[in-house]
């Protein structure tokens, strides 16, 4: 059987329970050898808003992932250094998993935008998508998203009912600029690694 090796990319800025509650379940439904979660450089969709170094989010997610074995954090987009675009990075882990499948795992809000990214058309040769919805409505629009992802361009997809906490990264730094607590909605150790490099103030 092949190797099922998926991609999860974010700013992680920072990584929170959010993102650890998607891949969570993700491998639950899909049981994959391995989650790559990759840190992206400068990201192409995003103005840089109050973006911190790469070694920064790097390091919290090596905290955060230390819990899960199914886990991996990746350095390869933050290595690449500039515009981190996901068909290179596709291409690279096509090059270091030559006889894996790979999969790229998205919140809904990405699922639906995913043809306006940079070579849409060689994303969905190198990969499966996997997008998660929050609720039946939601499941429904992305159905039909990747009905039109593969009528389109041949897409393969696979679209998961899962249950999503609402929270952002956003509403994290503005918590801590805030003086507020973040205390269950990142892991303690990130929290405490939050606190003891003063980032985010
Ligand atoms: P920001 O608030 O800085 O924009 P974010 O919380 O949206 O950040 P990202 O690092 O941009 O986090 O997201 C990476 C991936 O995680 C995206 O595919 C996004 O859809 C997904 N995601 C973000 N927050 C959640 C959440 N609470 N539950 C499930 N998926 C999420």
């Known amino acids: 059987m092949k190797q099922k090796i998926a991609m999860f990319g974010g700013t992680f800025n920072p990584i929170h ?19 790559l979660l990759i840190p992206t450089s400068v990201p192409p969709h995003k ?14 997610c090596h905290i955060a992932a230390r819990p ?13 250094g500039g515009s981190s675009y996901t068909w290179q990075t596709l291409e690279q882990l096509g090059q270091v998993y030559p006889r894996a499948e790979i999969f790229l795992l998205v919140g809904s809000d990405m ?7 940079v070579k849409p058309e060689r994303i969905f040769q190198l990969c499966t998508i996997c997008a998660g919805a929050r609720n039946m409505d939601e499941f429904a629009v992305l159905k039909q ?10 897409a393969k997809t696979q679209v998961l009912d899962l249950k999503v906490l609402p929270l952002s990264s956003t509403e994290i730094r503005q ?7 973040i205390d269950q909605l990142v892991p303690a150790e990130v929290e405490e690694y939050i606190r003891r490099e003063g980032i985010y103030r």
């Open 17 to 35: 329970n959010g993102h650890l509650n998607l891949v969570r379940q993700f491998q639950e439904q899909m049981h994959f050898d391995r989650i």
């Open 47 to 60: 103005p840089d808003d109050g973006l911190i170094s790469g070694e920064h989010r790097l390091a919290m």
């Open 68 to 80: 899960y074995p199914f886990l991996q954090v990746c350095d390869l987009e933050i290595k690449r």
């Open 111 to 117: 699922f639906l935008t995913v043809e306006h990214w």
């Open 145 to 154: 998203h990747a009905q039109l992802l593969f009528s389109q361009y041949g």
């Open 175 to 181: 918590r801590i600029r805030e003086g507020k607590s």
